[in-house]
């Protein structure tokens, strides 16, 4: 079975440009939670969809952050403008509604801000 | 204080030996314990998950949980060249929030 698909694996851009960041979680998936990762703070979340709502947006950094889930297999993070500081590796994961289903990882899009 | 901590490491090993890695946390609602194995450039991947305290294992790997002790261990027997990566603990209280540890690095020697 395909894991979560994330594009583009690497973005270089700079600063002031808007940034898109695509998902497709595994299919049959109904939650799909947002990360942010640095050396520094580590895995963070973002925001958290359950049936293509957004539950939980408390982890977004700013008003330049913005995530969608049109459908149950797309999802993008949105970055305008963006800064140096938001250099980091931003990584979608999908699970099963449930507390005791696991979350499952893409492999991320390494984002540099020039 | 962090919700969980983890020792950053590296930590470096003989092929073969036994490693041992832990998390602490502080808070004593967390009910579901994971393990995610991180290798370079790619996502983290589910590698243990156990519910409330006890052992599991699952071939050279085992997971412990003492809830008493607000204390988590994995275990990797054998160890091998391709267990070089990164570790990462992972709890929850029985919600859709996971708390990470920033990760352990992992290199064992051939």
């Known amino acids: 079975d395909a894991g979560v698909i994330q594009s583009p694996r690497h973005e270089v851009t700079e600063m002031g440009q808007e940034v898109t960041l695509r998902c497709k979680p595994i299919s049959g998936h109904n939650s799909l939670f947002w990360y942010r990762q640095t050396m520094m703070r580590g895995l963070e979340l973002l925001i958290y969809f359950n049936n293509n709502v957004p539950i939980d947006d408390s982890g977004m950094p700013e008003d330049r952050f913005s995530a969608k889930m049109p459908n149950a297999s797309f999802s993008t993070l949105k970055i305008q403008p963006s800064e140096p500081r938001d250099s980091a590796v931003y990584f979608c994961a999908s699970s099963l509604m449930g507390q005791d289903q696991p979350q499952h990882f893409g492999d991320g899009t390494r984002l540099s801000i020039l | 204080q962090k919700e969980v901590e983890q020792d950053p490491g590296p930590l470096s090993v003989p092929e073969g030996a036994i490693v041992s890695l832990n998390c602490t946390y502080s808070n004593s609602a967390f009910q579901y314990f994971m393990w995610y194995r991180q290798y370079s450039r790619k996502g983290p991947e589910l590698l243990m998950y156990?519910?409330?305290?006890g052992n599991k294992e699952d071939g050279r790997f085992t997971a412990q949980v003492d809830k008493s002790s607000k204390y988590i261990s994995l275990f990797i027997r054998d160890s091998q060249p391709s267990d070089s990566a990164t570790y990462l603990c992972a709890m929850n209280a029985g919600t859709y929030k996971y708390i990470f540890g920033t990760g352990t690095r992992l290199k064992v020697l051939a």
């Open positions: 156990t519910y409330s305290s």
